[in-house]
């Protein structure tokens, strides 16, 4: 059987770069963290209890420029800590993410307690940085800034489940593996990107993470 040809050639697995390695990180799956800051929570009227979703790994994107995504009239920027798990599956990387939500699709959903996948799940909806190799931050500023203007600002010490604590949970549900990712959480300030926009987003001591969107909205 296995010896069959395939039937057609399967797309490349997505990689990131490290920081002053010349390996790169192969992506196998993208699990998120949502409600893992209290103010974030707060600022979207939900409980501050950590809950679990995940997008495929074929949304990470490097690409510095973007197309606008389709379908929504309410894109949000959400910067959060990315934990890149190694042939162990324990960290052996970090980086910034975006965690790009069609906030409108995303509220549609959970309206009628439906999956999230339309809202979080789309092509690109995982913008991220350069990785460096080694333990993820456990503290230092985290923030995202749209044209020059900060919108988000936290502090990696007031994630709800730390790193360590992240994994041990997504451990009672899953097996981890080597190539997954962990977008950690955003903290408060999330809200609407338009065509056009520049994003940069940093945590500290991390490769910084910037990306446009261009001028046309397709949809
Ligand atoms: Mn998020």
């Known amino acids: 059987m296995t010896d069959t ?8 697995i997505p990689t990131v770069p490290i920081l002053d390695q010349l390996t790169r990180f192969p992506v196998g799956r993208i699990f998120c963290i949502g409600r893992n800051y209290a103010e ?25 420029a973007l197309p606008f995504p389709p379908a929504t009239s ?9 934990l890149a798990l190694g042939a162990d599956a324990r960290i052996m990387a970090s980086g910034v993410g975006v965690d790009l939500t069609r906030r409108d699709l995303q509220a549609r959903m959970k309206a009628k307690s439906a999956p999230w996948e339309i809202g979080k799940a789309f092509n690109q909806s995982a ?16 923030q995202l ?13 007031d994630m709800i489940l730390s ?9 009672r549900y899953f097996t981890l593996q ?5 977008y950690t959480g955003t903290p408060a300030g999330v809200g609407p990107l338009q065509p056009g926009d520049q994003v940069s987003a940093s945590i500290a001591g ?3 993470l910037d990306f446009s969107f261009s001028q046309d909205r397709d949809s």
């Open 74 to 82: 309410d894109l949000h920027h959400e910067v959060e800590l990315v």
């Open 178 to 182: 080597p190539g997954d990712l962990i």
């Open 206 to 208: 991390l490769p910084s």
């Open 5 to 12: 040809p395939l039937a057609f050639q399967p797309l490349p």
């Open 40 to 64: 974030h929570a707060k600022e979207m009227g939900s409980p501050a209890e950590p809950i679990f979703f995940m997008k495929p790994a074929g949304a990470v994107t490097l690409e510095p």
């Open 127 to 142: 913008p991220i940085g350069t990785l460096r190799s080694g333990n993820a931050p456990n503290a230092g500023q985290i």
């Open 145 to 157: 800034s749209v044209n020059g203007e900060q919108r988000q600002v936290g502090d990696l010490a």
């Open 163 to 171: 790193a360590d604590e992240i994994l041990d949970a997504l451990s």
